[in-house]
């Protein structure tokens, strides 16, 4: 193989893992990464825990140091070194040291963008004063840990609820600080469902942070003694010693663009299945990437380190000679939130809804393992599926253990194209301590297999909530729960006939309308529904997730509530 220059601009997941990955394939080849910032490759995901004082050592987030990839991997590592312009037809980087500003001319075979993504900075007034911060690497890091602690902070803001903005909150507020987390849009982690998030905002508040939604930060103004005053598009103010934007990020493309090289609708660079872009000599990859959604299609932007890493991967075997190929993003990912773990995969209802795509949901609320073996959580398991063949479209899922073990299984089946059938013979660890005989998985599988069998009809809340905004006719609502529990919880209208009292009860129901059944969970009401039907009531649906699911209903999304006895 002849020897070539290869040229990786950025380091960390991406850029990192095509050079060492380029290295086991080609030992011939010249490799060098140059990173504008002091660390080429560092554990990112884990800086909001080194501030929250869950990593202790500083030394920990170093994944690899331009001295190891220099003795192992032969790979030069130029640190403090900005690429600011790219000569394609030359061949040539132009590069600045950041510290002394001066410049050179770097030239490649191949070249290798991995720039990552930026920190959204809104424009707002007084965003550049001390004290407010971004967190994208480790400088970032040492600026704000230097700034709380000389600072003495007792009080932060935090603006933006997605991934940066929840661990921030958390890690703050576990080292001791007051915070008040403001979110522009009505709901935390968009990527996720309403109502999945509503845990979220009930766990976030239980351990005192002030949770705001729909309330956007305007501006920011000096205090006295180095603090500072946010103030929301309502004119209120909240005092802070330290502020954290995590307002989301955005593909860095700026060199990428300069240099003519083509991007994509949703903004980032446009590549193919093997990561080169419109110039056949340079790749891309990591989160400046635009990617293709495995479940719809259709180009997405997904900032994640695991996607990021194989991208990287696939690159270098292209490089190398292999023919390699990169299948796609579906944007697993997993949160947690104080004791509380949100995760995810695949499409959630609003993309589904965006891109057209048929689709079905269900709901359950089964235990992280056995019910009988001491502590047993529920784990509250949302999944969507094809209405035509049961193909599995995404899964989300809340709850305070076993989150992420069933979004992996989910995750898997997913890439294999599996559908709910699937995961009813879904064969995994049962152990009292690990799982159920029927795991949350299976149970998830057996929901949306009955409805697609045609064993029973399910409806949501959000359709009950529908027809009672629009003045539509209600159908009856029975709940079938113990009266006791119905007592102390019940939805406006409903009609308590406990299961074990239904079939000397069936004159109390209507024939002549819809009869929608709730319970607990979903399970008792399936029961109830398959007995009506076989008694001849021919217009039954069971109310997926039972009132469970009712308690996760966004506020927001409805005019009822609860009547608490």
Known sequence: MPQRRVVIVGGVAGGASCAARLRRMDEHAEIFIFERSGYVSFANCGLPYYLGGVITQRSKL?????????????????????????????????????????????????????????????????IDLPGVFTLRNLEDTDAIHHWSTHQEAERAVVVGGGYIGLEMTENLSRRGLEVTLLEAGDQLMLPFDPEMVTPVNQ????????????????????????????????SERFSADLVV????VRPDVALACAAGIELGTTGGIR??????????????????????????????????????????????????G????FRGVQGTAVVGVFDLTLGMTGANEKTLRRCGIAYRKSYNHAMHHAGYYPGAQAIALKMLYAPKDGR???????????????IDVIAMAIQKGGTVFDLEEAELCYAPQYGSAKDPVNLAGFVAGNTLRGDVQTVGWDDWIARTNNGEPMP??????????????????????????????????????????HCGIGQTSYFATRMLRQHGFENVHNIS?????????????????????
């Open 62 to 126: 170093l994944v690899a140091t331009p001295e190891r990839f220099r003795d192992i991997l032969n790979i030069e590592v130029r640190t403090r070194q900005e690429v600011r312009a790219i000569d394609r037809n030359a061949k040539t980087i132009e590069v600045a040291n950041v510290d002394t500003g001066r410049s050179s001319t770097e030239s490649y075979d191949v070249l290798v963008l991995a720039p990552g993504a930026s920190p959204i900075r809104p424009p707002l007034p007084g």
């Open 203 to 234: 766990e976030l508040r239980r351990n005192g942070v002030d949770l705001l939604l729909s309330k956007p930060a305007a501006a920011f103004e000096p205090g006295p003694g180095g603090t500072l005053t946010v103030l929301t598009h309502g």
């Open 245 to 248: 934007l995590a307002a989301g």
């Open 271 to 320: 590549v193919d299945d093997q990561m080169r872009t419109s110039d056949p000599n340079i790749f891309a990859v990591g989160d400046a990437v635009e990617v293709r959604d495995c479940v719809t299609g259709s180009p997405a932007l997904i900032p994640l380190a695991g996607p990021a890493s194989r991208q990287g991967r696939v690159a270098a075997d292209v490089i190398a």
């Open 322 to 325: 292999r023919d390699a190929r």
């Open 392 to 406: 599995l479209l995404g899964a989300q899922a809340v709850g305070r253990a076993g989150v992420d073990k069933r």
């Open 476 to 517: 009856f609502v029975l709940d079938v729960r113990p009266a006791a529990l119905a007592a102390v919880a019940s939805v406006p209208g409903a009609v308590n006939i406990p299961l074990g009292e239904l079939r000397a009860r069936l004159g109390e129901l209507p024939r002549d309308r819809e009869i929608w059944v």
């Open 545 to 565: 997730g039972g009132i469970t699911s009712f308690h996760m209903l966004p506020d927001t999304n409805r005019d009822v509530h609860l009547d608490r006895g």
